[in-house]
């Protein structure tokens, strides 16, 4: 059975651009959820996604945002990039109530 | 407001001992607690999680242990193997927010041969 998947595993932007980056959950997942890792703020909950519904939201600014499709794959934007916006995202999928598995995420530096 | 805190950074133990990892919370409305193993620039691994309903679980050398009480977890690895070494994040979740987990800072384990 196939992991989650992101795509791509690294990204170079310069401030001002606007990026997207993809998830592909575990076939059969619905749930697909987004954290920023920073070394300052750690693992930090973005936002959730359940059959192209977003669930739950965490604090972050209004230009991040995301969008699930029909076939449970994701996608986050991040616009107007800033060099805070530095880190690594990671992307989970979930099937039930538990059972969460992560990605390798994508590793989005600016410049 | 950092509502799961793992107050040691960094761990070190000899091989074939005991590894403990704690991690602290303050929301009594949690419900699920889970232990992710990471390596730099991948994704975490899931090691083993633990229902608010119990107080104690098992899965080969990693038991997790919950006391609602003192709102307080840890993680112990019996033994200890350098292929352990890598920093461990536990992270909590509230019933009714579905995916959202909230992670501790992680503590970094390193067993030395």
């Known amino acids: 059975k196939a992991g989650v998947t992101q795509t791509p595993r690294y990204l170079i932007k310069t401030r001002g651009q606007q990026v997207t980056l993809s998830c592909s959950p575990i076939s059969g997942h619905r749930s697909v959820s987004?954290?920023?890792?920073?070394?300052?703020?750690?693992?930090?909950?973005?936002?959730?996604y359940f059959s192209e519904t977003q669930r739950n939201k965490g604090n972050?600014?209004?230009?991040?945002?995301?969008?699930?499709?029909?076939?449970?794959?994701?996608e986050m934007n991040v616009s107007t990039l800033e060099l805070g916006d530095s880190a690594l995202y990671l992307c989970a999928s979930r099937q039930g109530a538990y059972g969460y598995t992560f990605g390798s995420g994508t590793r989005l530096t600016v410049v | 407001d950092q509502q799961v805190k793992q107050n040691s950074p960094s761990l070190s133990v000899q091989e074939?001992?005991?590894?403990?990892?704690?991690?602290?919370?303050t929301n009594s409305?949690?419900?699920?607690?889970l232990w992710y193993k990471k390596y730099p620039a991948e994704g975490p691994t899931f090691l083993i999680s633990i229902s608010s309903i119990k107080d104690k679980n098992e899965d080969g050398r990693f038991t997790v242990f919950l006391n609602k009480s003192a709102k307080h977890l840890s993680l112990h690895i019996v033994p200890s193997q350098p292929g352990d070494s890598a920093v461990y994040f536990c992270a909590a979740r509230?019933?009714?927010?579905?995916?959202?987990?909230?992670?501790?800072?992680?503590?970094?384990?390193s067993v030395k041969p």
């Open chain 1, 34 to 48: 987004w954290y920023q890792q920073t070394p300052g703020q750690g693992l930090q909950f973005l936002f959730e």
């Open chain 1, 60 to 74: 972050f600014p209004g230009r991040f945002s995301g969008r699930q499709f029909s076939n449970s794959r994701s």
């Open chain 2, 16 to 25: 074939g001992r005991i590894s403990i990892l704690n991690c602290d919370y």
């Open chain 2, 29 to 33: 409305m949690f419900d699920y607690f």
């Open chain 2, 94 to 109: 509230v019933d009714n927010q579905g995916g959202k987990l909230i992670f501790g800072q992680g503590t970094e384990l």
